[in-house]
């Protein structure tokens, strides 16, 4: 399935930003999505996911309370709702999907093109 990333840019320290994935032609109802971020000189890191099956999200641990995942309801895209956001969030988002359970780790099938998200202090 081919994914679009979209909903990055330029916020400053404490705001907020809603990131987008959603697939060409088709709808995610079969997929798992997550996302994942790469800060500059660093290694690509999960941020969240939710099941296919029952929606159950996983987040990680240190974004917490910050960042939230979703589907709309027809299933046709998958957001990633932040708030508080820091400059340590700053990074390139890519969301990815697979059809079977999430993983935090970074083996989907499926990738976006990412979007940036950068946040001035």
């Known amino acids: 399935v081919q994914l679009q990333a979209s909903g990055g840019g330029l916020v400053q320290a404490g705001g907020s930003l809603r990131l987008s994935c959603a697939a060409s032609g088709r709808t995610l109802s079969s997929y798992s999505v997550a996302w994942f971020r790469r800060a500059p000189g660093k290694e690509r890191t999960f941020v969240a996911a939710?099941?296919?099956?029952?929606?159950?999200?996983y987040y990680a641990d240190s974004l917490k309370g910050r960042f939230t995942i979703s589907r709309d309801n027809a299933r046709t895209t998958v957001y990633l709702q932040m708030n508080s956001l820091e400059p340590g969030d700053t990074a390139i988002y890519y969301c990815a999907a697979d059809q079977k359970e999430p993983e935090r780790y970074p083996w989907y099938d499926s990738w976006g093109q990412g979007t940036q998200v950068t946040v001035s202090s």
């Open positions: 939710i099941s296919w099956s029952d929606d159950k999200t």
